[in-house]
């Protein structure tokens, strides 16, 4: 579904704040999983996620998303194949218009956008009925502005929208990083039902290790712009929180010690 | 009496110029000056294509084409180029300044004894008023050329109001007013939102260019210096609107833009009529937007400072 080829980014370069984001990296992720991507902060997990979404053209390296490549592609083209959730909960859904108005834009995501009336009473009964699905009584506010809903509400309709018409790929970039834990919680499961229900091939960057050992079929860790680790099939099923932290550990340590090992050297040789 | 028909005629007319404006300003928030230029643009077109034997409508509708080539360079330097929005504006409306000299040969062009779009209304209230040159309302002399402006720009300024609205409803009208609000969101929705920009700045500047068009016809010239600071009256007349009826839908918000032209242009009328300096119209235009901006916070704070006070006692 998926296949990233020697993908490179390197931002600021030629200058002193220039930064390794991605160095070659290759990952391919199959129809229907759902992959988490782990880091440390600067591990080019986000940057990752971006590039595939288009926010920006990697330097090197290819992306191809079922079967089409889209290296070149601008980010409104991807919107054909990929949906999106945004760490931001504002940022993926228009605050001054309505709910229904936010919606019908997400009906029509990467398509013509014709010159008819866009909502009428069938529209909004046909959005009722899937808003439902959300169970937060959003339905019958239909009207109201985006902008009156919390945080959380937005999450989970900008989820709803993402996923309107059935997406490639489904790009959640720490969805949940930004809710107080009830909400968070309650956007995960939502997660969880609507890639199980509408089987969709998904990819999610997350802080939280819990989510990243409970939702996903298979987590990728990634540590200075590469891919570290990889658990999938059995060696996932059996992943919990204490082994994610212990390679964590593990990959700080081993940096740690390069370091001190460099800085030894360079004492007693320059 | 012909004051207020005057001023009703003038506020439909302007009224076109901020709908327009309501596209830019309000709906996809780009600040834009090019309006200056492009009302201009509107007025000298109709005045030489008319003067030169052209049928108005003609002249009319090939000058909106011409705003809205202005609209979409603006769109395109702001977009392509990526210059700052207000220069982009300031670019294209300093080169019409020049382009409009060129269209008209010469800073101003009368327009006396020539058919306009409101010839129409004229012929259908001779007609009913069984030839006679003037007619009274509601006791009142009022001419058969003035009152048929009148009726005239009436049936552009519901008609176009009425298409506006139609069109901010269709799901190309909704991406496009969602890009002033998210344009994050509108390119993950897949929409190309550079274009949105250069497509909004054009209707925009066609409305514009329409109600310079209708402007020269309904004053009799055009005049390379009548777009100056039509830009802030525009913003005056929305936020006047805004004032008067709220935004609690579109068609509330069409509507109210279009009184509040017509109650600015009644208050410029009523004020000119007091003694105010013509000079000075345009400082206390100016002014008048700055309150208007500012007052809204400025109320704010006195609420948070009083309500504050009552606290601590």
């Not at chain 1, 002193?16 to 990952?27: G, H, K, Q, T, Y």
């Not at chain 1, 009584?137 to 309107?164: F, H, I, K, V, Y």
């Not at chain 1, 994610?244 to 320059?270: H, M, N, P």
């Not at chain 2, 936020?239 to 068609?251: D, F, N, P, Q, R």
């Amino acid at each position: 579904m998926l296949e990233i080829k020697g993908l490179s980014k390197t931002f600021f370069a030629g200058t002193v704040n220039e930064v390794r984001a991605l160095s070659a990296v290759d990952l391919q992720i199959e129809e229907g999983s759902f992959t988490a991507i782990i880091g440390t902060n600067g591990s080019g997990k986000s940057t990752l996620l971006n590039a595939i979404a288009g926010s920006f053209l990697p330097d090197q390296g290819r992306i191809s998303v079922a079967n089409e490549d889209i290296t070149s592609w601008s980010e409104f083209r991807r919107a054909v194949l990929i949906g999106r959730v945004f760490q931001n909960p504002f940022a993926g859904t228009a605050a001054d218009m309505s709910i229904a108005e936010n919606i019908v834009m997400a009906m029509r995501r990467g398509l013509k956008r014709p010159l008819t009336t866009a909502l009428n009473r069938k529209v909004k009964e046909e959005m009722a009925e899937r808003v439902r699905t959300l169970k937060m009584g959003l339905e019958d506010r239909l009207d109201n502005p985006m902008g009156t809903l919390s945080g959380g509400q937005r999450q989970a309709l900008t989820l709803l929208m993402a996923t309107w018409l059935k997406p490639k790929l489904l790009l959640l970039d720490e969805h949940t990083a930004a809710l107080d834990p009830k909400s968070a919680a309650k956007v995960a499961e939502l997660t969880r039902q609507i890639i199980a229900d509408d089987n969709l091939t998904a990819m999610m960057v997350t802080h939280s290790m819990q989510q990243a050992v409970e939702l996903p079929d298979r987590v990728v860790m990634m540590h200075k712009g590469n891919i570290v680790e990889d658990y999938r099939h059995e060696q996932k099923k059996r992943l919990r929180i204490p082994d994610l932290l212990e390679t964590f550990d593990r990959i700080q340590k081993r940096e740690l010690f390069d370091e001190t090992v460099a800085d030894l050297l360079k004492k007693q040789y320059i | 009496m012909n004051l207020i028909i005057g001023a009703f005629t003038i506020g439909l007319i302007l009224s076109l110029l901020s709908l327009g404006m309501l596209i830019s300003f309000r709906m996809i928030r780009f600040t834009d000056i090019t309006v200056d230029g492009s009302l201009t643009l509107g007025a000298a077109i109709t005045a030489v294509l008319i003067s030169s034997g052209w049928s108005p409508w003609l002249a009319t509708t090939v000058a909106v084409a011409a705003g809205m080539l202005a609209g979409s360079v603006t769109g395109l330097l702001y977009t392509r180029f990526k210059i700052q929005e207000i220069l982009s504006g300031i670019l294209v409306m300093t080169a019409l300044y020049s382009i409009n000299l060129r269209i008209m040969g010469r800073s101003n062009i009368p327009l006396l004894d020539t058919k306009t779009v409101s010839a129409p209304a004229e012929q259908w209230l001779l007609s009913v008023n069984s030839g006679e040159a003037s007619l009274f309302v509601a006791g009142w002399q009022v001419s058969v050329m003035d009152l048929s402006v009148l009726i005239s720009s009436l049936i552009f300024c519901v008609l176009i109001g009425w298409l506006l609205l139609r069109f901010l409803l269709t799901h190309f009208g909704t991406v496009l007013r969602a890009t002033g609000n998210n344009v994050q969101m509108v390119r993950a929705q897949g929409v190309n939102n550079n274009l949105m920009i250069v497509i909004s700045l054009a209707i925009s500047n066609g409305l514009v260019a329409l109600s310079g068009a209708m402007l020269a016809q309904y004053q009799g010239f055009a005049d390379v210096q009548m777009g100056i600071g039509m830009m802030v009256w525009g913003l005056a007349s929305i936020i006047i609107g805004e004032a008067l009826v709220g935004k609690t839908s579109l068609g509330v918000t069409i509507a109210g833009t279009v009184l509040g032209t017509i109650l600015f242009r009644l208050l410029i009328a009523i004020a000119l009529r007091w003694g105010l300096n013509p000079n000075d119209l345009k400082l206390v235009t100016a002014f008048f937007v700055f309150a208007a901006l500012v007052a809204p916070q400025w109320f704010k704070s006195l609420h948070r400072k009083l309500s504050k006070s009552s606290n601590h006692a």
